[in-house]
């Protein structure tokens, strides 16, 4: 399709996106004067000093979490003409808020593009887990199971004490999965949620020694760094189940490959770590972990509905219209 | 706790089941004089016959499904005293139903006990094959993510349209928890479940060419030997995904791996097969496929529910009570 006739050129937007995905930039490409970092493979500074110096400087920024640059002070003060960044993944751990705020910068995110499809990868290992099928499927795979004797039985879903940390949209959609296998739902947030019936907890430790699995389901920032302590493991003791889909951070990563070694917690689910791509190797023999390389939003759905808001999102602030999925308002 | 003074020694019951459980054989041997089949290392002739010469012989069996002796016309034969086949599974395939009742020989089967374990893993094993869960275990545990470009993506499960073959109590259970997760149930059973909204189809192939995915939870017997065959196969179509916890036998099991060989559909999540424990060798490279070697009903929690269950029918039996869980009555 043919962009409408403008007279003025398209506004130019800094991307920050790593991963190809063709029809996202073909998109983005067809709306607006796209300066790519990855691709120009510039230095930073260089790259938004010479975004600066254009005759019309961008405005807007599309940055991806998790890979790429840090939107902090430095970066700001490169881009002065910087107003929006859209972060295309819904943590903004990458983004400093603060920074944005003082200087008006509003800030979106993805919003609930991808909340069903990360609620459905969590509930999909929190199966795998208890029931054991991955660990069933390398036994099958391995040609073991003609001359197997005994195997390992898994553990029941209906009944499990399932605490949630974090009950935002993420957390309500697997709340409400889990419901439907008969697990008990309780959860940890910062505040007690209304309409909520599901038993709140203040402290994650309390809600870790009443759990049978912890599901890590917040944003990170400084306050739930590492939120899964050591003494929170401790809680949760023995027979718990840890899974995370949130970032990797929100979990002493030392600490839990610590507990699974020694067989202080039962196993763990997990599609974030925190060096990554780096996994801890002590963690690839373990027959009561799943892995998954943070996928949990990597669905050929969710990423076109991702690009569909992204545009959304761009031509609202290109027209100064209000933002969809607004974090910061300027 | 010691079992009640009783005048009479306790009454035999014949046993077959191969898997050690030393928690069931304990109940067991508590309450009856069990004659253990495999542990007798005898033919099945000579073990029955050895039984039936007993002064007080065996009005009881127990029999699990799949593994062990089929229950039919010359078993009934060599144990004429029989009056009751309790199957340790939900299945009944392994015992011929018109002899068992033509002779007045009571079958009771382990009714829902297991149904929750076994609908939670057809969920688990969905969830995995669309979300690509035991795959990107595999990517991840070879080490490979560090030096990884693209991830192939999977496939939401909202708005997947999901055909069901068997609107049993596991049928049942299946769809209650995937309608949590934003599929369309559609259903195949013999005749339409009255107080039932799920849309219904009167033949497998049309409801195969109206769904997404196509999960088998009918039991087997010769109406529904290879109800999954090709036809219905090249009806569900190449996006289509099949998920077995059936029995193998359910499906055309040659048919269906010529289908994933030649990309005809997309996937498939297998808990049983044609001849277990052999497993088609040609699976064993597919990423696309997760196999689970037959323990949908394998939790600790389902064992000891089974435990309490066997006992409590054997129980009824032998004081003249009511069957709890009756396939066909004496």
Redesign the interface.
Known sequence: MASPAVEEPPPAVLLFRR??DAAFDAALRQRYRVLDFFASGEPLQDFLAGAAALPDPPRAAVVVGGFAARVDAAFLDAAPSLAFVFSTGAGVDHIDLRECARRGVAVANSGTVYS??VA??A???L??V?????A??R???S?L??A?G??P???????KRVGIIGLGNIGSLIA??L????CVIYYYSRKQKDPVSYKYFSSVHDLAAESDVLVVACALNKDTRHIVNKDVIEALGKDGIIINIGRGANIDEVELVRALKEGRIAGAGLDVFEN????P?EL?SMDNV????H?AV??????SDLRDHTIANLEAFFSGKPLLTLVLPW
């Open positions: 991963r190809l069903a499809d459905d990868h509930v999909g290992m199966i795998d208890l029931r054991r099928v991955s069933a499927e036994f099958v795979r040609g199971w003609p197997q005994e195997y039985l898994g553990s029941k879903l209906g009944g409400k999965r419901e439907a296998f008969g990554e791509p780096k996994v190797a690839f799943v892995m998954t390389n996928v990597f669905t050929s759905e969710s990423r």
